[in-house]
């Protein structure tokens, strides 16, 4: 790695609003790639993001925007996507420069719907990218608890441990406290998994579960979380860790959750279309459901994840949520 690397974002939502926040504390200059010219135009004159996050505050004497990727990537030593994974594939088909030698972490939390593939595996398949190179950033942490400056934790996964503590360090601050890990592959896959198992929490919210249902669901869905990453990719890892357990839990309860609260609409009677229309923003965990569903089912260990085969059901076969919950009670224990 050189001594001084140069980073770039990409994503103009929540979550890349957010990191770009993190990164000013600790950096004189941060790249940020933002598809909305009028967006970028805003920042510059009114100092902020206006449409997500609104109360941060930016120096913009910090910022390098642009609304071309490639100037982006090219200016930029450290990568950090945070783009919804449903429209990740199409803004990297703009792409005319190279990503070989870069540093590449991800911070979405999803899967990408084209290659039924996590981010990381998605860039080290379609575009060479080393493992070695690719990194995850992973919560518990909700952006706009980070715009709050409320005490906050990441954990930064690589399997170059070089790396993850360099941008380890790059994040942290008074409010923002960082850890390393060498499970790229585990805390990618349940960042996918625990928006899946939010759904199901917003589903029974809305079909008037209470909390001691919303218990034993989350105690199922960590170990059948577990189940899942062991049959994928099998290491030691410790489930209850706050990478693991942790993102489960704040995506599962807070209100902060998009997940939570489009299954919220789901288990009240919305339809999968009108629910998305009205939240107007992306739930990760409605494709990573498909995917995730497609996988077990491939690997004939569908029978292990019955809570991602309930909300599979409901949301992608048409299937009344009342019914179906019903009957992924009788398999909870």
Same mark, same amino acid.
């Given at each position: 790695?050189?001594? $001084?690397?140069?980073?770039?974002?990409?994503?103009?939502?929540?979550?890349?609003?957010?990191? #770009? =926040?993190?990164?000013?504390?600790?950096l004189?200059? #941060?790249?940020?790639?933002?598809?909305?010219?009028?967006?970028?135009?805003?920042?510059?004159?009114?100092?902020?993001?206006?449409?997500?996050?609104?109360? #941060?505050?930016?120096?913009v004497?910090?910022?390098?925007?642009?609304?071309? @990727?490639?100037?982006?990537?090219?200016?930029?030593?450290?990568?950090?996507?945070?783009?919804?994974?449903?429209?990740?594939?199409?803004?990297? /088909?703009?792409?005319?420069?190279?990503?070989?030698?870069?540093?590449?972490?991800? !911070?979405?939390?999803? @899967?990408v719907?084209? +290659?039924?593939?996590?981010?990381?595996?998605?860039?080290?398949?379609?575009?060479?990218?080393?493992?070695?190179?690719?990194?995850?950033?992973?919560?518990?942490?909700?952006?706009?608890?980070?715009?709050?400056?409320?005490?906050? &934790?990441?954990?930064?996964?690589c399997?170059?441990a070089?790396?993850?503590?360099?941008?380890?360090?790059?994040?942290?601050?008074?409010?923002?406290?960082? =850890?390393?890990?060498?499970?790229?592959?585990?805390?990618?896959?349940?960042?996918?998994?625990?928006?899946? &198992?939010?759904?199901? !929490?917003?589903?029974?919210?809305?079909?008037?579960?209470?909390?001691?249902?919303?218990?034993?669901? *989350?105690?199922?869905?960590?170990?059948?979380?577990?189940?899942?990453?062991?049959?994928?990719?099998? *290491?030691?890892r410790? @489930?209850?860790?706050?990478? &693991?357990?942790?993102?489960?839990?704040?995506?599962?309860?807070?209100?902060?959750?998009?997940?939570r609260?489009?299954?919220? *609409?789901?288990?009240?009677?919305?339809?999968? $279309?009108?629910?998305?229309?009205?939240?107007?923003?992306?739930?990760?965990?409605? &494709?990573?459901?498909?995917?995730?569903?497609?996988?077990?089912?491939?690997?004939?260990?569908?029978?292990?994840?019955?809570? @991602?085969?309930?909300v599979? /059901?409901?949301?992608? =076969?048409?299937?009344?949520?009342?019914?179906?919950?019903?009957?992924? +009670?009788?398999?909870?224990?």
């Amino acid at each position: 790695m050189k001594d $001084k690397l140069t980073f770039g974002v990409f994503g103009g939502g929540s979550w890349g609003t957010a990191i #770009v =926040k993190m990164l000013t504390e600790n950096l004189e200059q #941060v790249n940020w790639y933002m598809r909305s010219d009028s967006a970028i135009r805003h920042i510059k004159k009114e100092w902020h993001n206006p449409n997500y996050l609104s109360s #941060v505050e930016f120096d913009v004497d910090q910022l390098v925007m642009s609304f071309d @990727i490639n100037e982006v990537v090219e200016a930029s030593d450290v990568l950090i996507f945070a783009i919804p994974s449903a429209f990740l594939d199409r803004e990297l /088909q703009n792409l005319t420069v190279s990503l070989k030698d870069k540093i590449i972490f991800s !911070a979405i939390k999803g @899967i990408v719907p084209e +290659t039924g593939r996590i981010v990381g595996e998605h860039f080290n398949e379609k575009y060479d990218i080393p493992f070695e190179n690719i990194g995850v950033i992973t919560g518990p942490c909700h952006a706009e608890e980070v715009a709050l400056e409320r005490l906050s &934790y990441l954990t930064i996964a690589c399997a170059d441990a070089d790396k993850a503590k360099m941008l380890a360090a790059h994040l942290k601050s008074d409010y923002i406290r960082t =850890k390393i890990s060498d499970d790229i592959i585990g805390t990618e896959y349940a960042a996918m998994l625990k928006n899946i &198992y939010a759904i199901a !929490a917003g589903i029974a919210h809305g079909l008037g579960y209470g909390d001691n249902f919303q218990s034993v669901l *989350m105690s199922n869905a960590i170990r059948e979380m577990k189940r899942f990453i062991d049959r994928v990719y099998k *290491m030691k890892r410790n @489930i209850n860790a706050s990478a &693991y357990l942790g993102d489960l839990l704040v995506t599962g309860y807070s209100v902060f959750s998009r997940n939570r609260m489009f299954g919220n *609409m789901i288990g009240k009677g919305y339809t999968v $279309k009108s629910a998305m229309m009205e939240m107007n923003m992306v739930a990760e965990g409605y &494709y990573a459901t498909q995917s995730a569903h497609d996988l077990m089912e491939k690997l004939q260990k569908k029978s292990k994840t019955p809570i @991602i085969n309930a909300v599979y /059901q409901v949301l992608y =076969k048409n299937k009344n949520p009342k019914k179906v919950f019903e009957k992924l +009670t009788e398999k909870l224990d």
